[in-house]
């Protein structure tokens, strides 16, 4: 219901009221999925934050918002210091306007599945947020308004078909009207239990209730909620923070529990096995028992016997031994006893696994509980971090992926192979750095690592040059010319081989290859 056109066009009266008069001042993304636009009226800051994933496509609107330091990206610079005059939505549809000055236009479209932004001038698109849907740029804004004919004879003329009558109703109002046994009831009936839902909602509330772990929004009063507010921008702030707040605990938790069922399941199969041979070995006649009865009953086993049935001392039933018929019946006995001594080991290790992986279970089985009931992210993470229950995976440092050496408190860093060289070159080293390769011949990439307000000394771009000159094909020659320059003017051409690059603005140093 977030993005439905019930919300949307009360939102665009509250916004108008907001945001009239305001400029904006920046706008930037920092996910390829969200765009954030900064908004200043007079002292006071506002920001219009789109998210427009395929799972959920909504608009928020915080007072505060800080943008990150680093992997953001400025966009539609046309819109900067450009002021905001009405705020609307089109007639029957889902798409919020911001008309600006200079005849800007800017566009949400609130589409589910194709949500997007659409920067117009001129009533005409100019560019978009999500390139790849190119059709957006086909639209047409003044031909967005949908004039319905929603008079109850047409109703009557539809046989109360609401998709067709007020498609833009959205799912979630047609299901509320068919849990109210829609199709049963009589068109007269029909007609006064839509008007009664257009009429609660030509003022909407906000309420917000859960499903499957997840916030919902809804904009009439039916069932149990727990957030109501007739403030509709509070209140898609609040669906905002508790939907991606419930989502990251829903997807911790997944990440917490996986390896506790797999650990589960290892040690119900492994309890299994122990079990089943501590069950053998419960029901066998006790090893020490068929040595002695050998002893007891030697005069009675021929020779080369394979086994022997002989009456068991306490029951005086048959007991068939097993016997190994090139050794001598004291030599079988010996044998039993041997692997008597062997069982009572075996026998303590039993008994200690089998304590060991109940306990385990116990805990396994405490943590998934804990873990399936726990509906609060902070006490989530904090049970998780106390108890270790997902392995921090070490990051690879530097010094494991390439070979590393100091000079003169500068770290140079050398790439192993081709591939290696693509993994330095491209997502490891700053543009500021120093990039350095043996002219004309395979090599590894070499990166000097920059220090800011500190230029790199001759020495050690010597240095570094020497050994970009040793690991490469020209390693045995006296002489090598080294190609080097700001790693900036280095780029990797759309389907080069691993390790291949263009190279622009280079110099050339000619230097003695040394390791």
């Avoid at 330091?69 to 005059?85: A, G, H, S, W």
């Avoid at 396994?364 to 995976?393: P, T």
């Avoid at 020495?459 to 020659?477: G, H």
Wanted: aromatic share 8%.
């Amino acid at each position: 219901m977030h993005n439905n056109y019930f919300i949307l066009r009360p939102l665009g009266e509250q916004l108008t009221q907001l945001l009239r008069g305001g400029v904006i001042v920046e706008c930037y993304s920092q996910d390829k999925d969200e765009i954030i636009f900064g908004i200043l009226k007079g002292t006071q800051e506002f920001y219009i934050h789109a998210l427009l994933r395929s799972d959920l496509s909504m608009l928020r609107f915080p007072n505060q918002l800080q943008r990150a330091r680093k992997n953001t990206v400025d966009l539609f610079p046309e819109l900067i210091n450009l002021t905001i005059q009405e705020v609307f939505c089109y007639l029957h549809e889902r798409c919020l306007a911001v008309q600006m000055s200079d005849s800007f236009l800017l566009l949400f479209k609130m589409f589910e599945g194709k949500a997007n932004i659409i920067l117009c001038h001129n009533q005409k698109p100019a560019m978009l947020f999500k390139k790849k849907l190119k059709e957006d740029l086909n639209m047409v804004p003044e031909q967005l308004h949908q004039h319905l004919d929603l008079s109850k004879e047409h109703f009557s003329h539809l046989q109360g078909d609401l998709r067709t009558f007020m498609p833009t109703l959205g799912a979630p109002l047609r299901r509320y009207l068919q849990s109210q046994d829609y199709e049963k009831k009589s068109r007269e009936e029909q007609w006064g239990l839509l008007m009664e839902v257009l009429k609660e909602l030509e003022n909407p509330i906000v309420y917000l209730n859960r499903s499957n772990g997840l916030p919902e929004l809804r904009l009439f009063d039916r069932g149990e909620y727990y957030f109501k507010t007739a403030d509709l921008i509070r209140g898609l702030n609040t669906f905002y923070v508790d939907f991606i707040t419930s989502q990251t605990l829903l997807r911790e938790k997944k990440a917490a529990i996986r390896p506790l069922r797999a650990t589960l399941k290892r040690n119900k199969a492994y309890l299994k096995r122990l079990h089943t041979r501590e069950q053998q070995i419960t029901d066998q006649v006790p090893l020490q028992v068929q040595g002695d009865m050998i002893m007891a009953y030697m005069h009675q086993i021929p020779e080369g016997a394979t086994s022997i049935d002989l009456p068991h001392f306490d029951t005086n039933e048959s007991v068939t031994i097993p016997l190994k018929s090139q050794l001598s019946p004291q030599k079988n006995a010996e044998r039993y006893y041997r692997k008597s001594k062997n069982q009572k080991k075996e026998w303590k290790v039993l008994e200690a696994n089998l304590q060991q992986k109940t306990a385990e279970l116990e805990a396994v089985n405490s943590h998934l509980s804990f873990l399936e009931n726990c509906d609060s992210l902070k006490e989530l993470r904090a049970y998780v971090k106390e108890h270790r229950l997902i392995k921090e995976q070490r990051q690879p440092q530097t010094e494991d992926l390439f070979k590393v050496f100091q000079f003169q408190d500068f770290s140079i860093l050398v790439g192993k192979n081709a591939a290696n060289n693509d993994l330095l070159t491209q997502h490891h080293a700053h543009k500021d750095d120093l990039w350095m390769h043996a002219k004309d011949v395979k090599g590894s990439h070499v990166v000097v690592k920059h220090q800011a307000g500190r230029p790199i000394p001759e020495p050690v771009i010597e240095r570094a040059a020497q050994l970009a000159a040793y690991y490469s094909k020209r390693k045995q020659d006296n002489l090598c010319p080294v190609a080097y320059t700001p790693k900036k003017h280095v780029r990797k051409p759309k389907g080069a081989a691993p390790g291949q690059v263009v190279v622009e603005k280079e110099k050339v140093i000619l230097v003695e290859p040394k390791p």
